[in-house]
């Protein structure tokens, strides 16, 4: 360690090392809470060219070396494990003004989302992704988990809005598709291997990010529904009628909604009782068609009986209120003392049978657990979470993942915390060619490493 | 060789493998022309199991392999060279029917890519990709040369289609995300390695498909402008005015254009001797009101002299032979006895500097030689071709498209035509990361060998 600090001494500059008494609590952990080592060291550099010498020296050194953004993540990923120095992007943050001939903008890696979202918004673009933890996630952060949230129904995940990476390889060498060519296969389109490979094969540091025009108006309905075959009838008919202009379909569990219904913080659409609700965004061109037709699609099932009560906002106020409490849902689930959290992914024709099975898998472990639903339902993406932390729950909600031939991990990435679980959605054979990626890009194993899977020897 | 045929003559089962006189003349080559080795031997497995045993066999011999598709490519990506077998995968031609679930479509390698958009279009979808050679290139090719064409500007390229793919490794082990999940973070998201590395890094086998909507109507436009900046002031009105709904932007030379007027074998739309024509298509869904935007966009163009003479497509049958007439663009040059083609991508932002430059660099090289272009303009994708095969021609265009900071394969690859000149869009550390990719996945180089970049101690 010492060794490494003066070799890196000059190269960081004022405040670019910080070690002992310097080192802040926050950095022990992610969104689920402090739980790993305080590093002794942290280094921040604030040029491509000074992450390439900190690689370059710890890779020469051994040193292993864990990256941190925003530290908003749910998997662990970012967790110091003992005897790993904190890479942190917190001193590149540049936005450039967007590029309007290619539609796209160029961050650095520790630039907020937001601060991304603001600068397109200011030219009139929008950039695809919005997720709850805008405001202090990093971009960096954004591409290493191949961040969802609530509009990949319209926009994709993350990999969908990369046009270009910067990418500092564990030897220090730099990697570079920053031009924003729409089309170029001049040979492998490297920057793919970097998008959700969770800063295990090499370390963003610069983004060119696609921007689509900003939409001229966004209609909201919030919308109880009688169960999951309803919310996927009623899916069908409003792509059927609104096509890509359906922007957001996130469903939340009755017994969430009416558990924070409680908690009497929140304007609460609609009354609790309800077995599931439904946030649907329809952001099109023509607002007012786009009104229209999202009230003929509602109305139509209400007469069929296929959906309850529904609400259309009329407001600012009203469409920002349904938006908070969409953010809500994970605090309330965070707070929760013994809560185990799942984010999975299931393919929508499969997705009535697997919340019914799950849902008796474990009342068969834990019969007095609640379980409390909310997600991306357009994606098949549910956040599953379960307020009691006996391990067999986790095992009985993996096994139906797998039995369904879902994902372990849709948009949080795999970390340290789902590592476990990685061969409930993946063959031997890919975690194989996975660990022959990491030793081709990594061959000492200095950068994340243990997250998603383990290196030959590790414990 | 012999060693080979004993031990995949059982496995390869009835005309399983073709030797000797049975291996046609057509093995040669690819849309350029016959100009390989007649190879020994043909390999035509009809699973991915026998895939799998065929590359296991190779590999443990040190076997080198050519995967052929539909023999359509420019790029001699599936030209043999001396001492390959071909392994082809025109038996594996099997399309399911479309699972609307998921707007996905599952087909195997040998598939044509007209195959698949027939079985979409059966079920009202549509493969968002469309190229000249539908009827004879084949799903396995378009994966690995990450095909692009004419609807790239409203639904990608090819892997922006690609919602799972079973691939075989130069091992024989099988990597297989056929489930076809939205999200899907659970590790490394393998299937983007094997889209665009012309088989280099292993065997596609099967690919799910993303579908679409099919549109309602459509709406061709066929304009003359004055000359690149007119095209661009263009592009940028019809994007502000019509969104996602432009799905084709192409443009034509006007030398081309006069040049295949003159042969008289087609229905020109309007007269030669303009500088630029182009095919505007808008897909939306309201052809009556993208008809009446697409007008008022051309007439005030037309009004401040920006766009010379333009029709509107009035019947099926005009809309076919505009499409006709662009289709025959290629012919056209693939007829010319000394021609080189480049299919080189360019920022927007660049790309009438970049004409004019690159104009005068031929021309310095070879003053009587024609530039004849085309292309998709709005991807700022040109095939740019010289009636003039002078070395010096290529070293002067791909010297101009470094400058740009263009691409040097945009969608056709780079094979084993585009070889010499990788390092005009590539640096030495992305293909030195390629190198590490090949031999992480292919550690005997015995998959496509050669194509892209050579492998150590390869001539």
């Known amino acids: 360690m010492s060794a490494l600090l003066d070799l890196l001494g000059d190269t960081l500059g004022p405040g670019g090392i910080q070690t002992g008494a310097d080192v802040e609590a926050r950095r022990r952990g992610d969104g689920n809470g402090p739980h790993g080592v305080l590093p002794d060291c942290v ?28 530290l908003t993540g749910f998997a662990g990923g970012a967790r110091p494990l003992a005897g ?13 003004p967007p590029d309007p001939a290619s539609a796209t903008i160029l961050a650095e890696a520790g630039a907020p989302l937001e601060a991304v979202q603001q600068a397109a ?15 202090s996630c990093t971009i960096g952060g954004n591409v290493a988990t191949n961040a969802g949230g609530i509009r990949v129904l319209r926009y994709g995940m993350f990999r969908d809005q990369v046009a270009g990476l910067e990418v500092v390889l564990a030897d220090g060498s730099v990697l570079s598709s920053l031009s924003g060519l ?43 529904a009688s169960g999951i075959a309803a919310v996927l009838d009623l899916l069908a008919r409003l792509r059927a009628a609104l ?7 996130e469903m939340i569990g009755g017994t969430l909604y009416q558990a924070v219904a409680l908690e009497g913080a929140l304007r609460m659409p609609l009354a609790a009782g309800a077995p599931l609700y439904l946030i649907v965004e329809v952001t099109g061109a023509e607002p007012a068609r786009d009104r229209g037709r999202l009230e003929a699609v509602l109305g139509a099932a209400a007469d069929e009986g296929r959906v309850g009560d529904a609400v259309l906002a009329e407001s600012a106020r009203d469409i920002a ?26 393919g929508l024709d499969r997705i009535a049978a697997f919340m019914e099975k799950t849902g008796r898998a474990v009342a068969a472990v834990s019969p007095a657990a609640r379980v409390l639903v909310f997600g991306h339902l357009g994606d098949g993406n549910l956040h599953y979470l379960v ?8 095992k009985a909600v993996y096994g139906c993942v ?44 200095i950068l994340n490493r243990g997250r998603i899977f383990d290196l030959s020897g590790d414990p």
């Open 402 to 445: 797998a039995e369904a031939g879902g994902s372990i991990a849709a948009e949080h990435g795999v970390g340290l915390d789902k590592k476990p679980y990685l061969s409930y959605s993946r063959s031997a054979a890919e975690i194989n060619a996975m660990r022959r990626l990491k030793a081709a890009f990594d061959p000492k194993g």
């Open 182 to 224: 729409r089309k170029d296969n001049a040979g492998y389109d490297l920057k793919q291997l970097f998008i959700g490979s969770e800063g295990t094969l090499g370390v963003v540091t610069r983004a060119r990010l696609r921007l689509h025009p900003k939409p001229a108006g966004e209609v909201l309905a919030f919308v109880a």
């Open 243 to 249: 096509g890509a202009s359906l922007s957001a379909y």
């Open 387 to 394: 307020d009691d932390d006996d391990p067999a729950i986790a």
């Open 321 to 346: 209120d349904i938006w908070r409490l969409r953010e809500a849902l994970g605090r309330y689930t965070l707070k929760l003392a013994k809560v185990q959290g799942f984010d999975i992914a299931i």
């Open 43 to 70: 280094l921040r550099p604030r040029t491509t060219e000074e992450v390439a010498s900190v690689l370059a020296t710890c890779d020469r050194l051994g040193q292993r070396v864990v990256v941190q953004g925003g």
């Open 84 to 96: 790993e120095v904190v890479l942190s992007l917190e001193r590149m943050r540049g936005v450039a």
């Open 121 to 135: 918004g200011s030219a009139g673009l929008l950039l695809g992704v919005d997720i709850g933890a805008r405001g």
